[in-house]
């Protein structure tokens, strides 16, 4: 028996055939709206298929009908990203927050419960706290540090304990890297799940990417990435992905085709160039990171540093997660300048080679401001209970070399002081 190769080995051709393709040994981008039937038959058994009129045959396969429903790149796209969460099935979307509202629409009907962990990117909390309560979907949040014990009894007085329908956390969080138990929320909903009303449960899995935190493993239902980020890699694409069962996937994919989110073919292409040098770029990312947060943690004008890998056997809960869910300390580090948003401000402007702008996982560094940018959207008094503050600084840490990266962090911090 042959061994089962890594996913990084089958990144370069795994879903692809070159023979169907003029013997390309790239996948070619597929610039079509619609494909050609070779018969009426066909066309019909295509179709028959795709709205779920019958079940496949044996051996039969979805057929190409237009590009909303299904284009070759997308599909040799969705069958390689299943290899690293050894998912049965991948939707692609065209973001992240596609993916994210695709999936709370499909599982989530008026007066359902919605069970949220907190913080959230600010995107998210956006659509699910300001957008969802129109469609009479109700929402409950519980905070880092709670014990599955006291969430299903947080669950339990809200009085809608029977109308929980989904729980969705992102962890480690944006922007203050917080842990959360995947494997407890998963116990959390098959709790509250019935034979006929399972509760599903989703991770946002963007911060760890699929390389370094594998959700579906540790009792994930469904797990969500802004491809945008990690996987896309080089900030030149925006893309979503969801990855599970079959079924669920399925019915993804069927919102999916009503509501014209997929990614387009250009899209695709661009995301298959990227995984082939996902993980080396992520290794060096969680190597420069560990480097950087070793350098923050003892710089006198650095009040905290918001970092998995400074977490040891006093931080108890948040230790025990990390080293049961996270294969590195990832690429993401945020840390509390001492002062306010003059001095944060101030260092921000002073920086050379890392970058200020908003998004994370490419190969260049960059630095942002939650509470005035991605994060300023969410509850002010919410904020400041989550150490979202004014003084609060989320570095993504890129490919450069660490001692350049550091270098730039000192320089700006130099400006502080002077």
Not at 166 to 180: C, G, H, K, M
């Given at each position: 028996?042959?061994k089962k190769m890594?996913p990084?080995?089958l990144?370069?051709?795994y879903?692809y055939?070159?023979?169907?393709s003029?013997?390309a ?13 070779k ?8 179709f028959e298929l795709?709205?779920g009129h019958r079940?496949?045959?044996e051996?039969e396969?979805?057929?190409?009908i237009?590009?909303?429903i299904?284009?070759?790149d997308l599909?040799v796209?969705e069958?390689r990203l ?6 049965e099935?991948?939707a ?6 596609s ?8 599982f989530?009907?008026p007066?359902?419960?919605l069970?949220i ?5 600010g995107?998210?909390?956006h659509f699910?706290k300001?957008i969802?309560?129109k469609?009479?979907?109700n929402v409950l949040a519980?905070?880092v540090?709670q ?13 809608l ?6 729980v969705?956390?992102?962890t480690?969080a ?11 929320c998963?116990?959390i909903?098959?709790h509250f799940?019935?034979p006929?009303?399972?509760?599903y449960?989703?991770v946002d899995?963007?911060?760890m990417?699929?390389?370094?935190q ?8 469904l ?9 896309g890699g080089?900030s030149?694409?925006?893309?979503g ?5 079959k079924e669920l996937?399925k019915?993804?994919?069927g ?7 997929m990614?387009?073919p250009?899209?695709g292409w ?6 082939e040098t996902?993980k080396?770029?992520m290794d060096m990312?969680?190597h420069?990171?560990n480097e950087?947060a070793a350098f923050l943690?003892?710089?006198p004008?650095?009040?905290r540093?918001?970092?998995?890998g400074?977490l040891?056997?006093?931080d108890g809960?948040q230790?025990?997660?990390k080293?049961q869910?996270?294969?590195?300390n990832?690429?993401m ?10 001095q944060?401000f101030q ?9 200020l702008?908003v998004?994370l996982?490419?190969t260049?560094?960059?630095?942002e401001?939650?509470?005035?940018m991605t ?6 008094a919410?904020?400041k209970?989550?150490?979202i503050?004014?003084?609060m600084?989320?570095?993504s840490i890129?490919?450069?070399?660490y001692?350049?990266?550091i270098s730039?962090?000192?320089s700006?911090?130099e400006?502080?002081?002077?």
């Amino acid at each position: 028996m042959s061994k089962k190769m890594r996913p990084e080995s089958l990144m370069m051709s795994y879903g692809y055939k070159p023979e169907l393709s003029e013997g390309a040994i790239k996948c070619p981008i597929f610039q079509t709206s619609t494909f050609v039937f070779k018969n009426a038959e066909e066309g019909k058994a295509f179709f028959e298929l795709a709205y779920g009129h019958r079940k496949k045959k044996e051996g039969e396969e979805l057929g190409l009908i237009y590009s909303r429903i299904n284009n070759p790149d997308l599909e040799v796209l969705e069958n390689r990203l299943t290899l690293w969460d050894e998912a049965e099935e991948c939707a692609v979307f065209e973001s992240g927050m596609s993916a994210i509202s695709a999936i709370l629409l499909e599982f989530l009907k008026p007066g359902d419960l919605l069970l949220i962990s907190s913080p959230l990117y600010g995107g998210s909390d956006h659509f699910i706290k300001k957008i969802l309560p129109k469609f009479n979907i109700n929402v409950l949040a519980f905070r880092v540090g709670q014990s599955k014990e006291e969430i299903i009894q947080l669950i339990k007085d809200s009085g809608l304990a029977s109308k929980l329908a989904l729980v969705y956390i992102e962890t480690p969080a944006n922007p203050t890297n917080d842990l959360i138990d995947i494997q407890a929320c998963s116990e959390i909903a098959r709790h509250f799940s019935a034979p006929d009303k399972p509760v599903y449960f989703a991770v946002d899995n963007t911060y760890m990417g699929p390389v370094w935190q594998h959700p579906l493993k540790h009792g994930a239902d469904l797990v969500l990435y802004s491809a945008t980020k990690y996987i896309g890699g080089h900030s030149d694409v925006i893309a979503g992905a969801c990855l599970g069962s079959k079924e669920l996937i399925k019915r993804v994919k069927g919102l999916r085709t009503f509501l014209g989110n997929m990614a387009s073919p250009n899209t695709g292409w661009l995301l298959l160039r990227s995984l082939e040098t996902l993980k080396i770029r992520m290794d060096m990312q969680a190597h420069n990171a560990n480097e950087v947060a070793a350098f923050l943690n003892t710089h006198p004008l650095v009040e905290r540093v918001y970092f998995p890998g400074n977490l040891t056997e006093n931080d108890g809960e948040q230790f025990r997660i990390k080293n049961q869910q996270c294969l590195t300390n990832g690429g993401m580090i945020s840390f509390d300048i001492k002062g306010g948003e003059k001095q944060a401000f101030q260092f921000l402007d002073a920086l050379k080679l890392i970058k200020l702008a908003v998004s994370l996982g490419g190969t260049e560094s960059l630095a942002e401001h939650p509470a005035t940018m991605t994060h300023v959207d969410v509850d002010q008094a919410l904020r400041k209970e989550l150490c979202i503050t004014e003084k609060m600084v989320r570095l993504s840490i890129g490919v450069e070399h660490y001692e350049d990266i550091i270098s730039d962090l000192a320089s700006a911090l130099e400006t502080i002081k002077s």
